[in-house]
């Protein structure tokens, strides 16, 4: 039980990554509060949950609002009595296109739904986090934009890369109160991000050391780590959980 009585919040909950992160961190003790804009889903995931022996509330909507990123973390302190952590999780690609063509309109699009989104949700957490007198927030993040420069990918490449600044900036002014803030950095993963084209998977795959792509459910084991104790002394970086896709060359 590496949650055991925490209250996690988790973005992007309806699917992939942040799906498999709150089975995760339900199975290991957390009672998690679900975001994302697909209710049937999140209502699904809750229910699974719960009947698993679990503790799971959910809040649908937008996570780019910041109504909404009030609304996780008022239902995470009525539901369960406070907040000790969150996965900052919910992201897009958005429209890929070389930069001279990417409109502003996704450029906006992109940079609200990674970047400012996960300032609304670490805006509105942080003072729950005081309150309770810690905590930790992670942020996904990815190898595109840390050490990767993958083509077409401009707007999304540098929300993820602002997230890392963002996470450092709250390590240091929240430390001493004992709030921790890292970066999850995943390498390709399967889920409805990465689609479902053979010969897409078969490139992403050549990317890694490993030659694999990972599965959601072991990027939220890297998650599970950051947000647990486990983590006590881990502030302010990045954590790589991308199958050696930063060090691969061949
Ligand atoms: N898959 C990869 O290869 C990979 C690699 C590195 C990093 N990442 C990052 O990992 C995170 C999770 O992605 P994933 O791979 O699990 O993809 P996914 O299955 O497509 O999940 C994306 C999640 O974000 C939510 N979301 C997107 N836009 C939203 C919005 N405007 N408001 C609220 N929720 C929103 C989606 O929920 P709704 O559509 O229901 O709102 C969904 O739950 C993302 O930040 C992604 O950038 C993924």
């Not at 690609?93 to 930069?99: F, L, Q």
């Not at 595109?144 to 963002?166: E, F, Q, R, S």
């Not at 996470?167 to 399967?190: D, K, S």
């Not at 998650?223 to 061949?250: E, H, P, Q, R, Y």
Request: hydrophobic share 50%; with cysteine; net charge negative.
């Amino acid at each position: 039980m590496r949650l055991a009585d925490k209250v996690i919040i988790v973005t992007g909950a309806s699917s992939g990554i942040g799906a498999a992160a709150a089975r995760l961190f339900a199975a290991e003790g957390a009672a998690v509060v679900l975001g994302a804009r697909r209710a049937e889903r999140l209502e699904a995931l809750s229910t699974e949950i719960v009947a698993d022996g679990g503790r799971a509330v959910w809040v649908a909507g937008d996570v780019r609002e910041a109504d909404v990123a009030v609304a996780l973390v008022a239902r995470a302190e009525a539901a369960f009595g406070g907040l000790d952590g969150a996965f900052n999780n919910a992201g897009t690609v958005g429209e890929m296109a070389p930069v001279a063509d990417i409109t502003p309109g996704t450029w906006r699009e992109v940079q609200d739904t990674n970047l400012t989104a996960a300032f609304l949700n670490a805006r509105a957490q942080l003072p729950a986090l005081q309150a309770r007198g810690g905590g930790a927030l992670v942020f996904t993040s990815s190898f595109v934009g840390m050490t990767v420069g993958l083509p077409g990918m401009g707007a999304y490449a540098a929300a993820k890369a602002g997230l890392m600044g963002l996470a450092q900036v709250i390590a240091a002014e929240y430390g001493a109160e004992g709030i921790r803030a890292n970066c999850l950095m995943p390498g390709g993963t399967r889920t409805e991000m990465a689609g479902d084209d053979p010969e897409f998977h078969r490139f992403v795959e050549g990317l890694h050391a490993l030659k694999r792509m990972a599965a959601p459910e072991e990027i939220a084991e890297v998650a599970l780590f950051l947000l647990s104790d486990a983590a006590s002394f881990v502030t302010g970086g990045g954590l790589f959980a991308d199958g050696g896709n930063s060090i691969c060359k061949t």
